[in-house]
């Protein structure tokens, strides 16, 4: 097929040299905003008098027609093209004749690129928002519905303070509300219509590039020809987003791993997210955990693939940034996949509620209100410290607990304690009585719910995009 700018050659460009240039491979997902792009463009040109009223419908009624026969199946796209906008114009113009030729008037390959992948990384961003508020949706149903479901907190994967397993579920939901925070903050300072730059410098057509941007739901134009062609920070920032996505459902995945284990036992998860051993009957393996925890590695790689591109590229395009594409498309699906199987594997899960309390009391997490209670009996602070750690030695060398201690045995190590030790250091009280913002009492924990909730009833990032 003859290319787009074949007029300044005389000679066919080497077979093996057309392949490496070309990118329909990978461009061709995103022929939709190519398509958009293009009908906006020619509604523009029209509206500015560059084409006929006749033109312009007989242009977007073939622009709209190789959309349609695309989606319907009845039109391949042809790989032998070089791009994806080779491909379009190329079938528009078989479609409709010379008006098809019009089409690329006052534009760029290079604003064309700029707009479509533009284009196509907001939907991705709009649509990982929706995923993340789902996930938010689910964590936030277990959170409502154990609030007094005692569990160990830990630090340095050791037993440290009792905590519920709404406050630890409320952990994961603040990492994911940032994550929604981030997607909204991309999509403010990436929403913004590179289309009219040209291949660098604009056009000597009277091009009306706000009415263009707002036909395509952007707040309006870029402002710099240059950088418009050769921005690619908002799709760093996206990845940046992404890995950081996949860092938090990483961390949750190795817990739910470790909760999952034979030793914890905390979670069961269902059958339809587990997997078995080809060569142990007994086992279930919980992949889709170790899958995302495995997957990040190549978010993050995507991201660093694209910064190392960027680097040392000069103003304004380079073939260089052609790379921007095969490994973000990647990145974005994986997410996406990620999200999507993460969120049903937890609303299946189980929680084994009892076994998580037992595992709070027999890892001495109420240690520290022991010694809070000391100090309320009037013992300074560091003195109750080192009596509480006599006591836990006491109880591991007998391989008992703090709580199952008789009055007797409490009273041989301080004779400050008493018979309400026992209401002190249960984990109903342990919980109930941290109260501030943040903490897992109950009361406190449905303050925060509440929150979330009123949070969760907000417009998503999709009710809030310009409709063009």
């Known amino acids: 097929m003859a290319q787009l700018w ?21 461009d061709k997902r995103f022929f939709r905003q190519d398509i958009d792009g293009s009908i906006a463009h020619v509604a523009m040109l029209a509206k500015q008098a560059v084409l006929t009223m006749e033109e312009r419908d007989e242009i977007i009624a073939g622009l709209q027609g190789i959309r349609g026969d695309v989606d319907g199946g009845r039109l391949a796209i042809d790989e032998s093209c070089e791009d ?31 707009l479509d992948m533009r284009l196509y990384t907001r939907l991705q961003v709009i649509e990982t928002d929706g995923l993340l508020r789902q996930l938010l949706e689910t964590i936030l149903a277990v959170m409502e519905e154990n609030t007094e479901t005692y569990m160990p907190g830990f630090t340095h994967l050791q037993k440290a303070q009792p905590t519920t397993l709404a406050h630890h579920f409320g952990a994961y939901f603040e990492m994911f509300k940032r994550d929604r925070q981030r997607m909204t903050d991309i999509y403010k300072r990436m929403n913004y219509c590179p289309l009219g730059a040209g291949a660098l410098a604009g056009t000597t057509y009277p091009l009306d590039r706000a009415y263009s941007a ?21 799709l760093i920032e996206f990845l940046s987003a992404l890995a950081t996505i996949m860092m938090h459902l990483s961390r949750f995945s190795e ?23 080809s060569i142990m009957p007994q086992k279930k393996n919980p992949d889709i955990a170790e899958l995302v925890r495995g997957k990040t590695g190549r978010v993050y790689g995507a991201l660093m693939a ?8 000069p103003l304004a395009y380079n073939k260089d940034m052609q790379e921007d594409k095969e490994m973000a498309f990647d990145a974005m699906d994986t997410v996406k ?35 809070d209670y000391l100090v309320n009996k009037g ?75 009123e949070y969760l009833k907000e417009d998503s990032l999709y009710d809030a995009m310009p409709k063009g």
């Open 6 to 26: 074949g007029g300044r050659f005389t000679k066919e460009t080497d077979k093996m040299v057309y392949d490496f240039n070309a990118s329909i491979r990978f």
């Open 84 to 114: 994806i906008h080779s491909f379009v114009e190329a079938e528009l113009i078989r479609r409709i004749g010379d008006a098809g030729k019009k089409l690329h008037t006052g534009r760029s390959r290079n604003d064309q690129v700029a």
């Open 214 to 234: 707002e036909l395509m739901g952007f707040y309006g134009p870029t402002l710099n020809s240059m950088d418009s062609v050769s921005d690619r920070d908002y």
């Open 255 to 277: 817990e739910i791993i470790i909760w999952n284990s034979n030793e914890y036992q905390f979670v069961e998860i269902d059958d339809a997210y587990s997997t078995g051993s």
């Open 306 to 313: 694209l910064l190392t591109t960027m680097k040392g590229i």
């Open 337 to 371: 996949d990620c999200l999507t199987l993460f969120t049903g594997m937890l609303h299946t899960m189980k929680f084994k509620k009892d076994r998580m309390a037992a595992s709070a009391v027999n890892g001495f997490t109420n240690a520290t209100d022991a010694a």
């Open 379 to 453: 013992v300074p602070f560091r003195d109750a410290h080192g009596i509480i750690g006599r006591l836990v030695l006491y109880c591991i060398e007998k391989d008992t607990s703090i709580d199952a201690l008789s009055l007797t045995e409490f009273q041989a190590v301080s004779d400050k304690f008493e018979e309400d030790i026992y209401t002190a250091v249960s984990l109903k009280t342990c919980v109930e009585k941290r109260l501030t913002v943040g903490a897992p009492g109950p009361e406190a924990m449905r303050r925060v719910i509440a929150v979330h909730r």
